[in-house]
């Protein structure tokens, strides 16, 4: 008797699983592999675009392909379809480029049937390139450049964000870690002598030595005093950077370091939200950016309690993906109270053999959330708006000048009015492209303009760390 419960349970499982549909999807990826920021200007290798287009193909064989194992309800196949998907970037040497050849893996050339056309007086024209596609990618301009700059939180703009970061080079815990690692550093100056002086070798620089070393040892057929390069040296090496960049990126007292993932997070849930009342007209995010929006988003997600690794940097290629799925009937579009969210993580390149994992979010259990638990549990620390942001920033200037609210509401008055009945986000475009442009900044955090930080670790067990602290929907309009 109890067998045969067993064995229904487990057929009710599988099939509420195979009548699974997804609707939609967010996907934020980092850069492939580059070369060292303390060359400047840093730029994609072809490593980093092989990277990258390996998990566009990996994302297309999920979503997009007519066989796709958890194919996005409506998603075209093969001509991309530009009302469906929206992608961002910055405009950047390692950025930009990172999210073409991603697009390049998720819609490929559609081939000589696909892309051609019939003209009026009979001729057929053959698209270039066998048919290759071409997706706009929106230019976030705040972000322009952010790979070869040294100190990512300072283009964040947020005043209050660099306070609280620079806070920790007065803690304890950084003072113990500078003082205790000096002879370790000092040891790698004759690898690094070139780049770096004897005075620049300490835990401050933490993640620029590593960045520096670690480009090196994949790419260069000769290190200077290779010998000292062990396998020992690289993982202190990694794991201190780690420790490093996590600590400005987030701190649980100080919820403000971490304004890329409040950013990162107001945006998700508004995407996602305009999936929902668009009746999945808008089906897939794609947006690129560095390092530090992961980290800030782990810490305030609380993924750590999920995994410890979360305290490490992501790697080259590394992808956060929120999927909305329903079990009820996709025509028509379910309501929000049948709607559910799921989110994904997975480290590096993603492929056949190396796939994405799904996470619990908010130090809870589940890995499947509904909607309405999902928007109130991102709503805890997400920035929603423009004028959220400056307050949260203390900033008072440029696009947080109280002219630029007088403007903005004047265009939303306006919009509404010529809108009205049409359904909207309660967010107004100029609005929606500045949290964009604030998302895409990488919002890591070293500091001090001394050129030199970023590169591609592998994500870390926390015992290999110092200890650190580390709307329903009926109301998710205006998200």
């Known amino acids: 008797m109890q067998l045969s419960l067993f064995l229904i349970a487990s057929l009710c499982a599988r099939l509420n699983l ?3 549909t997804v609707l939609g999807a967010y996907i934020f990826s980092r850069h492939g592999d580059r070369t060292a920021k303390s060359t400047p200007p840093s730029s994609l290798t072809d490593l980093g675009y092989e990277e990258v287009f390996t998990s566009g193909t990996y994302f297309r064989n999920r979503y997009v392909a007519s066989g796709a194992t958890s194919k996005i309800t409506g998603l075209n196949t093969d001509l991309f379809k530009m009302s469906q998907i929206t992608a961002s970037a910055p405009y950047d040497d390692v950025l930009m480029p990172s999210t073409q050849g991603f697009l390049q893996g998720l819609y490929p050339p559609v081939g000589r049937q696909l892309g051609s056309s019939a003209l009026r007086n009979g001729t057929t024209i053959q698209a270039p390139l ?4 071409l997706i706009p990618i929106e230019e976030v301009q705040t972000g322009t450049g952010s790979e070869n700059t040294a100190w990512l939180q300072g283009s964040s703009n947020c005043k209050n964000a660099i306070i609280s970061s620079n806070k920790y080079f007065d803690s304890e815990e950084y003072q113990k870690l500078l003082s205790s690692t000096k002879n ?3 040891s790698v100056l004759p690898m690094v002598n070139e780049t770096f002086n004897s005075t620049q070798m300490s835990f401050k620089n933490a993640y620029s030595i590593f ?10 057929a000769t290190i200077p005093s290779n010998h000292l390069l062990t396998s020992d040296v690289l993982f202190q090496l990694r794991t201190l950077a780690d420790n490093h960049e996590f600590n400005l990126a987030f701190n649980a007292s100080e919820p403000i370091r971490a304004v890329a993932g409040a950013t990162l997070a107001g945006q998700v849930v508004q995407a ?9 007209k808008n089906k897939l995010n794609i947006q690129f950016g560095a390092y530090g929006n992961f980290q800030s988003f782990f810490g305030l997600a609380q993924l750590a309690k999920a995994n410890p690794d979360f305290y490490g940097v992501p790697d080259y290629a590394s992808t956060m993906t929120w999927e909305l799925v329903t079990n009820a009937s996709a025509d028509p579009f379910p309501s929000a109270d049948d709607i559910s969210v799921r989110f994904l ?3 590096h390149t993603t492929s056949s053999t190396s796939q994405p994992i799904a996470y619990p979010l908010f130090g809870q259990s589940q890995e499947l959330l509904a909607w309405k638990d999902f928007v109130m549990g991102m709503n805890k620390f997400a920035i929603t708006g423009q004028k959220a942001w400056c307050t949260a920033c203390g900033n008072s200037t440029g696009v947080c000048a109280p002219t630029s609210f007088s403007n903005a ?13 049409s359904g909207g986000s309660g967010m107004s475009n100029a609005v929606a492209g500045v949290i964009g442009a604030m998302v895409t900044l990488g919002v890591i955090l070293g500091i001090e303009l001394l050129a030199l930080f970023i590169g591609g670790l592998r994500v870390v067990s926390k015992k290999r760390l110092a200890g650190n602290d580390a709307s329903p929907a009926g109301s998710t309009s205006k998200a």
């Open 18 to 20: 195979a009548q699974e």
């Open 345 to 347: 993580f997975h480290n």
């Open 184 to 186: 370790f550093y000092g």
């Open 272 to 280: 996602l939200n305009e999936t929902i009342i668009g009746k999945g």
């Open 211 to 220: 960045d520096l070393l670690n480009v090196a040892n994949i790419h260069n």
């Open 409 to 421: 509401a004047s265009s939303s008055s306006q919009s509404s009015s010529s809108n009205s009945g």
């Open 130 to 133: 066998n048919g290759y596609q």
